[in-house]
């Protein structure tokens, strides 16, 4: 008995496999390259924000120790900016924040913009 086994649908469909398997591959690679520049920007934003909080509790404690009269601060890093202002301390060493605002200056240049008109 002579018995022929067809290769043609086993190889379309291992074909078919080999495909759907590679493109998976490539969309994997693409998404961990994209996930990895996203938390590289995040944790760059994330720190210039910690070091202006930083810049900001320093200058209250240099302030409200040294009774210098300058009770305004203002400082900019990477495109961002925190403002402080604080009441003169009382004889008891008393303060109140009255502004504490971390904010992202605009830039007319930045490519976020460039992302929807509006039309």
């Known amino acids: 008995m002579n018995h022929r086994t067809r290769l043609g649908p086993m190889a379309i469909f291992l074909a078919v496999v080999v495909m759907v398997i590679t493109t998976m591959a490539i969309l994997t690679i693409a998404t961990s390259n994209a996930d990895r520049t996203m938390a590289r920007r995040f944790a760059a934003v994330t720190q210039t924000r910690y070091q202006l909080e930083a810049d900001g509790e320093r200058f209250i404690s240099e302030a409200v120790n040294s009774r210098s009269g300058e009770y305004r601060f203002y400082e900019e890093l990477n495109g961002y900016s ?25 830039n007319a240049d930045d490519p976020v913009n460039d992302i929807w008109q509006g039309e």
């Open 82 to 106: 925190i403002t402080v202002e604080i009441t003169e301390p009382d004889a008891g060493g008393n303060y109140e924040v009255t502004t504490w605002k971390v904010s992202k200056l605009w």
